[in-house]
C-alpha cells in the first residue's frame, strides 16, 4: 500500500509537471512573439517550427526530473529544498536543450537563405517560467491530493502497536507523507508510563491487550508492529491477533536500528533478505554521475590548461623541488590509489613527523604553497583523478589509510562513507567540517550526503562550492 501511494503520488507529481512545461513553453512563446516583453529584430518565426521541438521537451525535462530525485518520496525535503532541485533540474534539462538544438540546424524557413535559429531569449523565458510554474503546480497538487482524499475519506487509518523508539519514529515519518493519505489513530503500549498519554499528537489508546477492542473501535484498516527485540513473544501474540482480522499488517523490524545508511528488502528465491547498507549512488545513477565526471572533469583541465604551466614554474622557482605531490588514500570500497596535488609543502615535509594533519599557518608550507592551499588551487590535478575514475567531482574526502585506521576505531560508522567514490568536494567541505575539524561532525555530514545523494544534491554541492571560492583547504 506504501509503494503502490508513493507511486500515485509521484504519478500525479509527473502529471503536473508535464502540464506545467507544456504551459510554460506556451505562455514562453506568447511573451516573445506576441506581447513581445524582449522587441523582435525580424518577423516572428512559423509558431510550428517550435511546435516541432515541443515533443523532444516533454520527453527531456521530466527525465532530468527523474534523475534529480523529483520523483522520489523524502519526508524530510522542505518546499524550498525541492524548489532549487527543481531549479537545478531545469536550468541542466535547459543547457542539454540549447546542445540539441545548436547540433540539429533546422531547414531554413520559407524565402529565406539563412538557416533557421530557435530564440535564445525564448529558452531564457521558457526556463524561468517552467521553474515556476513546476513548483507551483507540486504545491498545488499536493494540497488537493490531501484535500481530495480528506473529502473522500480515504485515509488511511493506522494503529501503531509500541510507543517506544522504534514506534515514534514510523509514527513521525507516517505523519510527515499526510499527502500519501495516512492518518495514525493511536498507539498502543504496556508501558503505565505512557498510559494516556500523546507522542506527536497520536494519543495511547491502551495496551496491547487491547488490539480487538481498538480495531473494532476505531475502524483500522492497518496495523504497524514496532516492538523491541526483546518483546518477540508478545510481538507473535499480537501478530496472531492481527492476523484474523480485515486489516493490513505491517512489521517494523527492530534491526533497522543497524541501519547506518538506508535499509531496503530483497528477494532471493521467496526469501525476504534486509539489505542494511542500500544507498542510492547505484547502477543508472551511478552512470549518470560518472558522465557528468568526464564531462565537467575534462572541460575544467582544459579551462585550466594555460594556468597550469605558470604555476608549476612558480612552485619551481620557489626551492627547485618537485612540481606535483602524488598520497596515497582510500577510496570507494576501502580501496588505495595515488592522490594528486600541486606541492605546497617543502620537500620531504614529513620525514621526521610521520603523517600529521596541517594546520593553518604551517611552518612546512612554502611561500607559493601558502596561497594555493588557502584558496585550494593544489587540489586542481585532482581532476585527472577524477578523470581516470578514482575520483568524483563531489562525495566524502579522501582520508590517508593511517588516520582510517585510527577513526573507524573510534567511530563505527566510519567505513560506511567508503560506499561511494571519493570527491574533490563535498556536503561536509561546504559547509565548513575541512581539514583539522571535528571527525564525528564531518562523518555525519558524509553519511548524510551518501544517504541522500541525487543529481539535485550534488549541483548544489558544486555551486556552493564556486560560490565560497574553495576559500578553505580541504587537506
Given at each position: 500500500?506504501?509503494?503502490?501511494?508513493h507511486?500515485?503520488?509521484a504519478?500525479?507529481?509527473?502529471?503536473?509537471?508535464?502540464?506545467a512545461?507544456?504551459?510554460?513553453?506556451?505562455?514562453?512563446?506568447?511573451?516573445?512573439?506576441?506581447?513581445?516583453?524582449?522587441p523582435?529584430?525580424?518577423?516572428?518565426?512559423?509558431f510550428g517550427?517550435?511546435?516541432?521541438?515541443?515533443?523532444?521537451v516533454?520527453?527531456l525535462?521530466?527525465?532530468?526530473?527523474?534523475?534529480?530525485?523529483?520523483?522520489q518520496?523524502?519526508?524530510?525535503r522542505?518546499?524550498?529544498d525541492?524548489?532549487?532541485?527543481?531549479?537545478?533540474?531545469?536550468?541542466?534539462?535547459?543547457?542539454?536543450?540549447?546542445?540539441?538544438?545548436?547540433?540539429?540546424?533546422?531547414?531554413?524557413?520559407p524565402?529565406?537563405?539563412?538557416?533557421?535559429?530557435?530564440?535564445?531569449?525564448?529558452?531564457?523565458?521558457?526556463?524561468l517560467?517552467?521553474?515556476?510554474l513546476?513548483?507551483?503546480?507540486?504545491?498545488?497538487?499536493?494540497?488537493?491530493?490531501?484535500?481530495?482524499r480528506?473529502?473522500?475519506?480515504?485515509?488511511?487509518?493506522?494503529?501503531?502497536?509500541?510507543?517506544?523508539?522504534?514506534?515514534?519514529?514510523?509514527?513521525?515519518?507516517?505523519?510527515?507523507h499526510?499527502?500519501?493519505?495516512?492518518?495514525?489513530?493511536?498507539?498502543?503500549?504496556?508501558d503505565?508510563?505512557?498510559?494516556?498519554?500523546?507522542?506527536h499528537?497520536?494519543?495511547?489508546?491502551?495496551?496491547?491487550?487491547?488490539?480487538?477492542?481498538?480495531?473494532?473501535?476505531?475502524?483500522?484498516e492497518?496495523?504497524?508492529?514496532?516492538?523491541?527485540?526483546?518483546?518477540?513473544?508478545?510481538m507473535?501474540?499480537?501478530?496472531q491477533?492481527?492476523?484474523?482480522?480485515?486489516?493490513?499488517?505491517?512489521?517494523?523490524?527492530?534491526?533497522?536500528q543497524?541501519a547506518?545508511?538506508?535499509?531496503?528488502?530483497?528477494d532471493?528465491?521467496g526469501?525476504?533478505?534486509?539489505?542494511?547498507?542500500?544507498?542510492p549512488?547505484?547502477?543508472?545513477?551511478?552512470?549518470?554521475?560518472?558522465?557528468?565526471?568526464?564531462?565537467l572533469?575534462a572541460?575544467?583541465?582544459?579551462?585550466?590548461?594555460?594556468?597550469?604551466?605558470?604555476?608549476?614554474?612558480?612552485?619551481?622557482?620557489?626551492?627547485?623541488?618537485?612540481?606535483?605531490?602524488?598520497?596515497?588514500?582510500?577510496?570507494?570500497?576501502?580501496?588505495?590509489?595515488?592522490?594528486?596535488?600541486?606541492r605546497?609543502?617543502?620537500?620531504n615535509?614529513?620525514?621526521?613527523?610521520?603523517?600529521?594533519?596541517?594546520?593553518?599557518?604551517?611552518?612546512?608550507?612554502?611561500?607559493?604553497?601558502?596561497?594555493?592551499?588557502?584558496?585550494?588551487i593544489?587540489?586542481?590535478?585532482?581532476?585527472?583523478?577524477?578523470?581516470?575514475g578514482?575520483?568524483?567531482?563531489?562525495?566524502?574526502?579522501?582520508?590517508?589509510?593511517?588516520?582510517?585506521?585510527?577513526?573507524?576505531?573510534?567511530?563505527?560508522?566510519?567505513?560506511?562513507?567508503h560506499?561511494?567514490k571519493?570527491?574533490?568536494?563535498?556536503?561536509?567541505?561546504?559547509?565548513?567540517?575541512?581539514?583539522?575539524?571535528?571527525?564525528?561532525?564531518?562523518?555525519?555530514?558524509?553519511?548524510?550526503?551518501?544517504?541522500?545523494?541525487?543529481?539535485?544534491?550534488?549541483?548544489?554541492?558544486?555551486?556552493?562550492?564556486?560560490?565560497?571560492?574553495?576559500?578553505?583547504?580541504?587537506?
Amino acid at each position: 500500500m506504501i509503494r503502490q501511494r508513493h507511486r500515485i503520488a509521484a504519478l500525479v507529481c509527473f502529471a503536473g509537471d508535464l502540464g506545467a512545461t507544456l504551459l510554460a513553453f506556451l505562455a514562453a512563446w506568447f511573451l516573445r512573439f506576441e506581447v513581445e516583453i524582449v522587441p523582435l529584430t525580424k518577423n516572428a518565426p512559423d509558431f510550428g517550427r517550435y511546435l516541432e521541438l515541443l515533443p523532444v521537451v516533454l520527453a527531456l525535462y521530466p527525465v532530468v526530473f527523474y534523475f534529480h530525485g523529483l520523483y522520489q518520496a523524502r519526508s524530510n525535503r522542505s518546499r524550498v529544498d525541492e524548489a532549487v532541485t527543481v531549479l537545478l533540474a531545469v536550468v541542466l534539462a535547459t543547457v542539454l536543450l540549447s546542445g540539441l538544438w545548436t547540433w540539429y540546424r533546422p531547414a531554413p524557413e520559407p524565402g529565406s537563405l539563412e538557416p533557421f535559429t530557435y530564440s535564445r531569449a525564448f529558452l531564457a523565458l521558457f526556463a524561468l517560467l517552467d521553474v515556476v510554474l513546476v513548483v507551483a503546480a507540486r504545491v498545488l497538487l499536493r494540497s488537493l491530493l490531501i484535500s481530495a482524499r480528506l473529502h473522500a475519506g480515504r485515509l488511511q487509518r493506522i494503529l501503531v502497536v509500541g510507543a517506544g523508539k522504534l514506534g515514534l519514529e514510523i509514527t513521525q515519518k507516517l505523519l510527515a507523507h499526510r499527502d500519501l493519505g495516512f492518518e495514525v489513530v493511536g498507539f498502543l503500549d504496556d508501558d503505565p508510563g505512557k498510559s494516556g498519554r500523546s507522542f506527536h499528537g497520536v494519543p495511547v489508546l491502551g495496551t496491547l491487550r487491547d488490539v480487538d477492542r481498538v480495531l473494532a473501535e476505531r475502524k483500522i484498516e492497518q496495523v504497524f508492529v514496532a516492538l523491541p527485540l526483546e518483546a518477540h513473544k508478545k510481538m507473535m501474540r499480537v501478530l496472531q491477533t492481527v492476523g484474523g482480522e480485515c486489516v493490513e499488517v505491517k512489521l517494523v523490524p527492530d534491526i533497522l536500528q543497524y541501519a547506518a545508511i538506508q535499509a531496503t528488502l530483497e528477494d532471493l528465491d521467496g526469501t525476504p533478505v534486509i539489505n542494511l547498507t542500500q544507498v542510492p549512488l547505484e547502477g543508472w545513477n551511478s552512470l549518470i554521475k560518472r558522465v557528468i565526471d568526464l564531462a565537467l572533469s575534462a572541460a575544467g583541465l582544459l579551462l585550466l590548461a594555460p594556468f597550469f604551466p605558470l604555476l608549476a614554474l612558480a612552485i619551481w622557482l620557489e626551492d627547485r623541488g618537485p612540481i606535483l605531490y602524488s598520497q596515497e588514500r582510500m577510496g570507494l570500497d576501502g580501496q588505495m590509489f595515488k592522490i594528486w596535488k600541486f606541492r605546497s609543502m617543502r620537500v620531504n615535509a614529513e620525514a621526521s613527523t610521520g603523517p600529521v594533519w596541517a594546520v593553518e599557518d604551517d611552518p612546512r608550507r612554502t611561500h607559493v604553497g601558502s596561497f594555493i592551499r588557502r584558496w585550494s588551487i593544489d587540489e586542481l590535478p585532482q581532476l585527472w583523478n577524477v578523470m581516470v575514475g578514482d575520483m568524483s567531482l563531489v562525495g566524502p574526502r579522501p582520508e590517508r589509510p593511517a588516520f582510517v585506521q585510527e577513526f573507524k576505531q573510534r567511530l563505527p560508522q566510519y567505513m560506511l562513507r567508503h560506499r561511494v567514490k571519493a570527491g574533490i568536494t563535498g556536503w561536509a567541505q561546504v559547509h565548513g567540517w575541512r581539514g583539522n575539524t571535528s571527525i564525528r561532525k564531518r562523518l555525519e555530514y558524509d553519511l548524510y550526503y551518501v544517504e541522500n545523494w541525487s543529481l539535485g544534491l550534488d549541483f548544489k554541492i558544486l555551486w556552493m562550492t564556486l560560490r565560497q571560492g574553495l576559500r578553505y583547504n580541504a587537506h
